[in-house]
């Protein structure tokens, strides 16, 4: 009850969620009640925990933040949400994010853009904009998101929270709305790495509903295939170092992640932070990821070729907005799409529709494919021989103002820069705060970034855990 109280009092300023509902709450919270009283609880019971609005849920409605779902309500959960459910999770509600996941601000919904708790004058990042603001307003202890170019890592760091995207095929994506389906991945976000493994332990795991889940591995390199396992072993090597628990480890810093466009007071936090670690016995390599900066083309190809596949099944005749008004049938689906969906949604499709269309499709769409595996054999080049995992900016600047963009959407995707690559190769990647901006932009957070190779999310937490 008081954080739900809490999350309304919150509510006027943040705009961090959607939709509160008191009454399903609490008949949550009665349940984990009643588990820890007959001694069925789950390891996550009572604790209270919200999901983006672009997981499916049963009783709430799902809108991915578009007029195209403002009224849907979904017959079935997604995997993650029952998941966290079955683990006697309380969720408080869904949060705000941008349409369709499809942006870096979360000024792109139609519920109205997330103010960053920092700092009401910022956006709160995106797209898991509200996910990252409901943790850093202490209304939740967790949050779920989704990352497809940096959606998880970009506003948990800046609203100075820490958030996972663990290897792709490690979540199920069963129940979540699809955008890029070869790069969509879910994780948590929370204040620690500590809050992000009970998280991320119970949302991993193979899922027969989604078929690209990995059946094996289940996010670890660990033989039990839990993440909490691969942690905690993780750990456990590092305490017996002692003073200097990160003795051995290779930091790879890459080159490209500190040259023009980085600002001065991201790159003395990012810096702060890596000589931080080489006082905890890590050693920093000097790297190259020589194609950083053609993730930008790369993936704004693939992820809206990928989106305008995907969002052909908002038709008007399934489900979703229908046009209230229309001619025949093709005229019925353009009007409820023209309706329904919002100005980046329509961009992207648009972008998505073209780079496929016969005669464009060898020049651009194959162009990046080659493209996204040249980048991913770099991260794999660095993880062969130089370093064990990967450290530098998440973003090249603190949270910019609200409205700042509204007139040149592209400004916002080449600050993508440094994540995208990871959700071309598939990789782990995660945000940890790592301080402050400067001057005007003192109360806005940095976070600092963590690569790793496949399946390595275990060590990548515990290595963050060692920081915090
Ligand atoms: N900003 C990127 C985009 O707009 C990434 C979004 C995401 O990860 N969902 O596509």
């Known amino acids: 009850r008081s954080a739900l109280e809490a999350a309304q009092a919150r509510h006027a300023t943040l705009n961090a969620f959607v939709q509160i509902d008191p009454e399903l ?42 007029n195209m779902l403002k009224d849907y309500v979904s017959p079935f959960d997604a995997t993650v949400v029952a998941r966290l459910r079955g683990a006697g999770a309380v969720s408080l509600g869904k949060l705000n994010c941008d ?42 202890l967790a949050t779920t998101g989704t990352d497809t170019g940096g959606s998880i890592r970009q506003p948990a760091s800046f609203c100075g929270v820490s ?16 955008y890029g389906s070869s790069l969509d991945q879910g994780g948590p976000l929370a204040r620690h790495a500590r809050d992000l493994v009970e998280m991320l332990d119970v949302m991993s795991g193979f899922d027969p509903a989604d078929a690209t889940s990995v059946p094996s591995c289940n996010g670890t390199r660990n033989e039990s295939g839990r993440v909490r396992d691969a942690f905690e072993a ?74 305008s596949s995907n969002l052909s099944r908002y038709d008007g005749v399934r489900y979703g907005h229908r046009a209230a008004e229309f001619g025949d049938l093709n005229d019925m689906i353009a009007r ?20 496929l269309s016969h005669g464009y499709y060898d020049a651009y769409y194959l162009q990046a494919q080659r493209l996204r595996r040249l980048i991913a054999q770099d991260f794999q080049q660095a993880f062969a021989g130089q370093c ?43 945000s940890i705060p790592c301080g402050f901006g400067q001057g005007d932009h003192a109360r806005r957070p940095v976070g600092l970034h963590l690569i790793g190779n496949y399946f390595d999310e275990g060590r990548l937490l515990a290595i ?5």
Request: hydrophobic share 45%; net charge negative; glycine share 12%.
């Open 388 to 430: 064990d995992v990967i450290m530098g900016p998440v973003a090249p600047t603190v949270a910019r103002n609200l409205g700042d963009n509204q007139n040149d959407p592209t400004a916002d995707w080449l600050a993508d820069i440094y994540t995208l690559g990871v959700n071309l190769a598939g990789l782990p990647g995660m």
């Open 25 to 66: 709450t609490l008949q949550q919270a009665r349940a984990a009640d009643a588990a820890l009283a007959d001694g069925s609880a789950g390891p996550l019971a009572g604790i209270p925990i919200a999901h983006k609005d672009l997981f499916v849920t049963q009783g709430w409605r799902t809108t991915a933040a578009s």
């Open 234 to 307: 993780a750990l456990a090597t590092q305490q017996t170092q002692g003073e200097r628990p990160l003795t051995g480890l290779r930091i790879g810093v890459p080159r490209e992640f500190f040259g023009a466009g980085l600002a001065d007071d991201v790159r003395a936090a990012v810096q702060a932070a890596l000589a931080q670690f080489e006082s905890l016995g890590a050693t920093l390599v000097d790297i190259s990821l020589p194609r950083t900066e053609l993730s930008i083309p790369a993936y704004y190809v693939i992820a809206p070729a990928e989106a």
């Open 336 to 355: 409820s799409r023209a309706e329904g969906f919002g100005a980046e949604v329509q961009r992207r499709i648009l972008i998505g529709a073209y780079v």
């Open 163 to 178: 958030g996972i995207k663990p290897t792709y095929g490690t979540v199920s994506r069963f129940g979540m709305i699809a």
């Open 464 to 468: 963050a855990d060692c920081y915090q």
């Open 99 to 140: 349409e369709f996941a499809m942006g870096s601000a979360n000024e792109n919904t139609i519920f109205g853009a997330v103010r960053n708790p920092w700092d009401t004058a910022a956006v709160a990042g995106g797209s898991s904009g509200g996910s990252a603001a409901a943790v850093a307003a202490r209304n939740v």
